[in-house]
């Protein structure tokens, strides 16, 4: 029996050109733009001091490369099936050298979030950055084919860019129950929107990758539960964020970005009734990055 997979030509031959794919340059982009929309969103106003800006943003955007790496450095065999023309390590890419650049970026992005907690008198983003790093490792290795747990790592990884952006405006004098409390009453429904918007688009991801994802023995909730009910989980979820879309409008004089932050919820309701996984997963990427606009526009923390 011919290995299908085997034959299929790779998007690039070139070590370099893989390396730098499998970072993904471009959402590495998105999360510096994302850091730097959220610090501008909070006063409406960009930082005079240009290198602690820097620090607040190269640090996750470090800790990102090196989880890409690390994912793809584990995910060789479901990479082969579900996407063989992009599976680079292993091919083009040593994996020896994968692991050393996971390492390399994860180090450099740690010591960075140290330096900046040193600059701004405020533990948080050391400890985020070094949280983020051992989870990203064990998501990789571990728990990426576990029942939602993979995918809460995902999310709450994702949602804890927020709190990392605003560590200069954390309190952390106080008790840890009420620098949690006071954070949440001003960033609570960015960082709820957020975590539901990645968490529904991870298991929408998870129904797309569902053929490799078998082959390499992972147990993600359709495996386990069947699509059926993956996608009523999806469509609760997605009632939610619709649900809150509401809340929004109700309570935000933005009216043009609210309407099309609510514009591109209807679409994404379309396709999660219509059970289009790809196009599903499209959309609520766009959201994400509706969200953001959101902030940047409202001068605050809070996108409403």
């Not at 983020?132 to 939602?148: D, E, N, P």
């Not at 949690?180 to 960033?187: Q, R």
Request: aromatic share 12%; charged share 15%; net charge positive.
């Amino acid at each position: 029996m011919v290995n299908r997979t085997a034959a299929v030509k790779q998007v690039t031959s070139s070590t370099i050109s893989a390396w730098f794919r499998v970072i993904r340059p471009g959402n590495l982009f998105i999360i510096a733009i994302a850091i730097a929309v959220l610090r501008h969103s909070y006063d409406g106003s960009w930082g005079d001091d240009v290198m602690l800006e820097v620090l607040f943003i190269l640090p996750l955007v470090l800790l990102a490369a090196g989880g890409n790496i690390i994912n793809d450095y584990f995910d060789i065999k479901e990479d082969r099936i579900n996407k063989p023309e992009r599976a680079l390590v292993g091919r083009v890419l040593k994996r020896r050298v994968a692991l050393l650049s996971h390492w390399i970026l994860t180090f450099v992005g740690i010591t960075l979030s140290g330096i900046l907690s040193w600059q701004i008198g405020n533990y948080i983003p050391v400890v985020i950055a070094t949280t983020i790093s051992v989870i990203l490792f064990f998501y990789s290795a571990k728990l990426k084919g576990r029942v939602l747990i993979g995918n809460f790592v995902v999310a709450a990884s994702i949602a804890a860019v927020i709190p990392f952006a605003y560590a200069d405006e954390i309190y952390t004098t106080m008790s840890l129950f009420i620098n949690s409390a006071m954070f949440l009453w001003e960033f609570g429904i960015l960082l709820g929107l957020t975590f539901i918007i990645v968490f529904t688009r991870e298991l929408v991801k998870d129904i797309e990758d569902i053929e490799g994802d078998i082959i390499a023995g992972h147990l993600t909730f359709p495996i386990v539960y069947s699509t059926k009910y993956s996608w009523l989980l999806i469509r609760t979820l997605i009632l939610v964020l619709f649900i809150s879309t509401l809340w929004m409008i109700f309570n935000s004089d933005k009216d043009i970005y609210i309407t099309l932050f609510t514009g591109i919820t209807c679409v994404i309701v379309y396709f999660a009734w219509k059970k289009k996984a790809t196009q599903l997963s499209a959309w609520l990427k766009l959201l994400l990055a509706v969200g953001l606009l959101l902030c940047y526009v409202s001068g605050s923390g809070i996108p409403i």
